[in-house]
């Protein structure tokens, strides 16, 4: 069920009353059973056979869990904990990897003179397997390394595993932030209520009036649909960064504030990315919990920069691979990773010349924000090119074909068109260093705001809804 169609405002229409009778008239657990229940149906919209992968990681991971807690035996531990490690991975493995490999085994044979062909796997992609596998990953290896301690009830580890909100595309949340939530009494607060449906609003106009509007002039370029010159291909990439920051960061508000229409806080999972001044800030602000999850469950396994200079770029470099594969089974991925692991560990080494505490001037920042956002759009080309002999043509297209065509002018007008009131509200955001910035306005500026929200989503809202970017991640 996608959060920007008709089926998905029935859904939580009829949802959010019964949840807060539950609460009124029973307690928390009757209203986590409806949201458990709920949950299930909301992904079985897709594809009701995939929910044996979702009941088989949280049944798996609950008991690890209680085994973790009730042993002291560090070899025990380790077993325990590799069973939800392989469960979890080998889910990945068969459903999103398996034909990648087979593919760049059978590429690899054939280049060698070895003739091989491709089996039919017919393999289908759950939708948000990469999610909530990591989100349920988590939590054992937190029981493992005592920061978190498990819960004896199945059915609240159960709907954290599958809140509807954050299930199929985040943010991944950790257990430890999440199930007490989950475990206490909830009531309706009407600021709450307030702050979830404006963030519910702003996310679909993201979505809806932005993303999904930039992209008609991204796809057909990288579908080879229509050809395009450098200056074409530019403002293409910069169509595209607003495409996947709209879709992505407009289903991470919605998920927030529907969850908080509920009383459930959600981490934030994007801070304005694109005004990051350097490589490091650019991952503290996109996909926080993935770059958050990445850090602190592989980076800092693998030493983190407490073993020298070598080992630390060794493991910047793994993360960011594993960071890139994890978007997606394909070369491209690989690519965009290993991209923004060589700029993590120049920036690395650039601050250990000028130091972490280096004062950045006004000039100095704004050519830092304008440098990291090009470095940010050649990964984006990495990141939504269908091949490696698309990302080399595109490259030698933007270095060497700077002819203005018939589609620049109608292409750049496009991209300001659907972008600029998004732009606008970021920069107030950006300088009140306050994300619900409307909020805090008056009544004439909220009444302008959201007729304007409400209006672009109106024009462009029905049917079944365009699916999310990172539905196939």
């Known amino acids: 069920m996608l959060f920007n169609s008709l089926d998905f405002l029935f859904f939580f229409a009829l949802l959010i009353p019964a949840y807060y009778a539950l609460g009124r008239f029973f307690s928390f657990r009757a209203q986590n059973m409806l949201l458990l229940v709920g949950s299930y149906y909301f992904y079985a919209y897709w594809d009701y056979r995939f929910l044996g992968l979702i009941v088989l990681s949280t049944v798996v991971d609950y008991f690890v869990g209680l085994r973790l807690q009730d042993t002291e035996d560090e070899p025990t531990r380790k077993r325990w904990l590799w069973v939800s490690v392989c469960v979890n991975l080998g889910m990945l493995a068969i459903f999103k990897y398996l034909g990648f490999f087979v593919d760049s085994f059978i590429d690899a044979a054939n280049a060698l003179g070895v003739e091989a062909h491709r089996p039919t796997l017919g393999i289908l992609l759950p939708v948000g397997i990469s999610f909530y596998t990591f989100q349920t990953m988590s939590y054992t290896i937190d029981i493992y390394r005592r920061k978190l301690e498990p819960t004896t009830s199945f059915a609240d580890f159960a709907l954290f595993v599958a809140f509807f909100p954050q299930l199929v595309a985040g943010p991944i949340e950790r257990a430890r932030a999440l199930l007490p939530q ?64 709209g879709d992505f960061s407009g289903y991470t508000d919605i998920a927030r504030g529907v969850a908080k229409v509920m009383g459930i806080d959600l981490m934030l999972n994007f801070n304005l990315p694109y005004i990051s001044k350097h490589p490091s800030e ?192």
């Open 282 to 473: 650019f991952w503290e602000r996109w996909h926080i919990s993935l770059s958050s999850w990445l850090r602190e469950y592989l980076y800092f396994s693998l030493g983190g920069n407490r073993l020298g200079v070598v080992k630390t770029y060794r493991n910047l470099m793994l993360t960011m691979l594993l960071g890139g594969l994890w978007h997606g089974a394909a070369w491209n991925f690989v690519i965009w990773g290993a991209f923004h692991g060589s700029i993590l560990m120049i920036w690395h080494r650039i601050q250990s010349q000028i130091g972490r505490d280096y004062r950045w001037g006004r000039v100095q920042s704004a050519i830092a924000i304008v440098t990291m956002f090009q470095f940010t759009l050649l990964g984006w080309l990495f990141f939504r090119a269908t091949s490696a002999a698309q990302i080399a043509d595109f490259t030698t297209t933007l270095l060497t074909d700077w002819r203005i065509t018939e589609n620049t002018g109608d292409w750049g007008m496009h991209v300001v068109f659907y972008c600029w009131f998004l732009w606008g509200i970021q920069m107030l955001q950006w300088r009140s260093g306050n994300l619900n910035w409307i909020l805090d306005r008056n009544a004439f500026v909220q009444t302008a705001f959201y007729v304007y929200c409400v209006l672009g989503i109106a024009q462009f809202f029905g049917g079944p809804g365009a699916e999310f970017i990172y539905f196939q991640f």
């Open 182 to 245: 989950l475990q206490s009494e909830r009531t309706f607060h009407l600021d709450r209520f307030r702050e979830g449906l404006h963030l519910m609003v702003w996310g679909m106009f993201k979505k809806v009036f932005v993303a999904d509007q930039v992209a008609k002039i991204v796809d057909p370029v990288f579908t080879g649909e229509v050809s395009a010159s450098g200056i074409d291909m530019y403002i293409v990439l910069v169509a595209f960064a607003m495409q996947i920051y």
